[in-house]
């Protein structure tokens, strides 16, 4: 595994990014300390990717999980037979 400052980020990006792309993951430091890696993503994994790192997905599945906690919840069946009648 690479470890590559900010300096080298800014100025071998096009070197980095092909080790990362060949599967090599590259962690970024900032004055000594990790800050973020990089990582190959291919377009099969890109879907994901986005859908877990989204805000949006993230703030939809905590309100999923505090209705489910608090009993606002319904079968699939009465669900399906809802969407159905629309």
Avoid: W
């Avoid at 800014?10 to 080790?19: D, F, I, S, V, W």
């Avoid at 599967?23 to 890696?37: D, F, L, Y």
């Avoid at 703030?59 to 319904?74: H, L, N, Q, S, W």
């Amino acid at each position: 595994m690479k470890v590559a400052n900010t300096v080298e980020l800014k100025n071998k990006t096009n070197e980095l990014l092909r080790q990362v792309m060949k599967g090599e993951p590259v962690i970024i430091t900032v004055r000594g300390k990790p800050a973020a890696s990089l990582t190959p993503l291919s377009e099969e994994d890109l879907e994901d990717f986005i859908l877990e790192h989204s805000p949006k997905v993230r703030r939809m599945i905590a309100e999923a999980e505090a209705d489910r906690k608090a009993g606002r919840v319904v079968t699939l069946d009465a669900y399906l037979t809802k969407r159905t009648q629309r």
